[in-house]
């Protein structure tokens, strides 16, 4: 069985397509009388619809993600699912090393890609009391959420704030989650402290950004592009530096003699010495990422190599002595529910002040997915690039500059069957 055509998680049974029959929960669907026959059940339950999906088929390059049409069965909820219509989903960094096999978490290709998404609900299950159909959602999930139609356990979903467009639902989760998890959990961030924030204009850099912004008198120190200075200043960083020309650790010891008291860290190799270094008694460095081995599309096995060659070792006595902390975090390996929970209210709360808000920078259709992660890896993203299950109507203007994309996906994606089958082909030849 090739990579294409590889039933994958979360992907309901599929059997022979028949295009134009609802969808589950649709409005002709959920108009059917209550009091059905069996029969009809029977009929119900056997009805297919088309679902498009974003399938990692292999480790490589971009073109190993494609775009496929499934035909498949309406789904069974089992207590404690619910159903929902995906409108937006976001790109993550670890999808780019997902794609090069670097993704430990990422179960093996053939596998739908996606770890956070926003959408309507379309049907639940029968003892979920907290949602009902048509609530708007926040969906964190492993993978699978890259596709227009996800079954996920609802401890897994948020109910959206009103005001919340769909792309900022999307983008909300993974990039501010590991933020607030990193800042408030782990290094306890205080009034009058200072913060080194790698990555400064990506979606967890501005995150991170912002959530200083909530504690008084936070000095951000933050690395980035020159070309992405002027925002990320605007965004609250306090001092940014082009990791590009300048050595940071120079630039920040002119202004900060003492260094820093946080240091994340998303970089790994020599980059967590000089965190380490950079740190002030009392210091916290947080290791969440790997970046230095990534360096274009594909593997980089050199890269790859220096990072790990690079990487801090120390022993304990020596860590005692230096009186610094280190610690690591990883989201996909948190498995305390109610840890995630807990902080994802408190978010969303701070996003009904106004205290915090997702950046978007970008937002691709799903033919467009090679375009979305291209703009990751060349760098030139300020904020979050997001995914949009929606097929890319003919009449659609030229992409915003970065930034201006930030208005509501309306809901009620239209299946363009045309184009469906023009991508099924292009996929097979
Ligand atoms: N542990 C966790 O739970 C967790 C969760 C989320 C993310 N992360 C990590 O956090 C980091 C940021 O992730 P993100 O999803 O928010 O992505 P992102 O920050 O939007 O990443 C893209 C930006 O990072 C900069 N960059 C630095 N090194 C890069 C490289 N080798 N390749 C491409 N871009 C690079 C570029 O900006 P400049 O032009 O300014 O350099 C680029 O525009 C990643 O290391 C990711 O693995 C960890």
């Not at 009103?162 to 993974?174: C, K, N, R, V």
């Not at 200072?194 to 008084?216: D, F, N, P, R, Y």
């Not at 900060?256 to 380490?276: A, C």
Request: hydrophobic share 35%.
């Amino acid at each position: 069985m090739s990579g294409e055509d590889a039933p994958t998680q979360q992907q309901p049974e599929q059997e022979q397509q028949k295009p134009d029959q609802a969808p589950p929960g649709s409005p002709e669907e959920s108009g059917s009388s209550p009091g059905a026959t069996a029969a009809k059940e029977e009929v119900e339950a056997h009805k297919t619809f088309p679902c498009r999906a974003l399938v990692l088929t292999g480790y490589g390059g971009y073109d190993k993600v494609k775009l496929q049409v499934k035909t498949q069965k309406k789904p069974q909820l089992k207590a404690g699912e619910i159903l929902v219509r995906v409108k937006a989903c976001g790109l993550n960094f670890a999808e780019l090393l997902g794609r090069q096999g670097l993704y430990d978490l990422l179960p093996s290709p053939p596998v739908i890609m996606g770890m956070e998404g926003s959408g309507v609900i379309e049907a639940v299950g029968d003892d979920i009391k907290d949602k009902k159909v048509g609530d708007r959602v926040i969906v964190l999930n492993r993978s699978g959420m890259w596709q227009e139609v996800v079954v996920v356990r609802t401890e897994r979903a948020f109910i959206m704030p009103d005001q919340m467009s769909f792309e900022e639902g999307a983008a909300l989760p993974i990039n501010y989650l590991t933020a607030y998890m990193m800042l408030f959990e782990m290094a306890n961030v205080r009034p009058g402290k200072s913060v080194l924030i790698h990555m400064a204009a990506g979606g967890v850099g501005i995150a991170a950004t912002q959530l200083c912004q909530t504690v008084q008198d936070v000095t951000v120190f933050g690395t980035a592009s020159a070309a992405k200075h002027e925002t990320i200043s605007q965004g609250g960083v306090t001092h940014p530096i082009d990791y590009r020309t300048k050595d940071y650790v120079e630039e920040i010891r002119k202004i900060s003699p003492k260094g820093v008291d946080v240091v994340l860290d998303p970089l790994g190799g020599s980059d967590t010495q000089k965190g380490f270094s950079l740190l002030k008694p009392l210091g916290t460095l947080i290791v969440f990422g790997a970046a230095n081995c990534v360096t274009g599309q594909k593997k980089n096995l050199l890269a790859m190599a220096k990072t790990w060659y690079n990487q801090l070792s120390l022993g304990t006595m020596k860590l005692m002595q230096a009186n610094k902390a280190v610690c690591g975090f990883h989201l996909g390996y948190l498995s305390d529910e109610e840890l995630i929970s807990k902080a994802m209210v408190k978010l969303l709360e701070l996003y009904s002040q106004g205290k915090i808000k997702p950046r978007i920078d970008s937002s691709f259709r799903f033919e467009e997915v090679t375009d979305a992660m291209r703009r990751m890896h060349e760098r030139q993203n300020i904020g979050k690039v997001i995914l949009l299950p929606e097929p890319k109507k003919e009449e659609e203007k030229p992409k915003p500059e970065p930034g201006e994309n930030v208005g509501k996906t309306e809901a009620g994606a239209k299946e363009n069957k045309e184009e469906t089958t023009k991508e099924v082909k292009a996929e097979e030849a």
